[in-house]
């Protein structure tokens, strides 16, 4: 294998950083002791710009690749995103019905509030839950509108939002070879 660039990162399986490397968490280092590093990634990923930077912050993150691909948004070195948990609301969900066709009733006197083999549904005793039937459903009757509604509620407890994963270690070369551009 060819010998590391300062800056580059790689993911190891192992649970330390090799000589020379350091781990992608986020820690604040100083410029003089790493200058060419500094040289070579600056600030950023944070840091005073007089006496430390901060290595890249690998935890808990997936690498993404800087630049646009079609139909994404521009990224740039650096940037983060993405939330580690998400509060779902009903805007989260597409619009839709819950259709449910019944039979129409031959017998009012069947009409009870609970249903059984031999009863019809119903609100009260001889309130239709049924609406109109349409031409579309000319056979059965659908349920009215003001007889069904939302169930459940918006929670404001956020779930986890996370894909699947694989945990390893990423580290970034801080002596190395210089990376020359072409």
């Not at 604040?28 to 070579?40: E, F, K, M, R, S």
């Not at 309130?127 to 509108?145: D, I, K, N, R, V």
Request: net charge neutral; hydrophobic share 35%; glycine share 10%.
């Amino acid at each position: 294998m060819a010998d590391p660039f300062t800056g580059e990162i790689r993911a190891f399986a192992f649970t330390f950083p090799p000589a020379n490397w350091s781990q992608c968490n986020g820690q604040q280092v100083g410029i003089p002791q790493n200058n060419v590093l500094y040289a070579i990634i600056g600030n950023t990923y944070g840091g005073d710009l007089q006496t430390y930077f901060n290595l890249p912050n690998m935890l808990g993150r997936i690498p993404v690749a800087t630049g646009t691909g079609v139909g994404l948004t521009p990224r740039t070195l650096g940037q983060t995103g993405g939330a580690d948990t998400v509060v779902l609301t009903s805007s989260n969900f597409p619009a839709h019905n819950h259709a449910m066709n019944v039979e129409a009733p031959s017998n009012n006197t069947l009409l009870v509030k609970a249903p059984t083999a031999a009863t019809y549904l119903s609100r009260t005793q001889g309130e239709f839950m049924y609406a109109t039937p349409t031409s579309t459903a000319p056979t059965g009757f659908s349920l009215a509108a003001n007889s069904i509604g939302a169930a459940g509620s918006a929670s404001t407890a956020p779930r986890a939002n996370d894909q699947p994963y694989l945990v390893v270690n990423f580290c970034i070369c801080q002596y190395g070879d210089f990376p020359v551009r072409p």
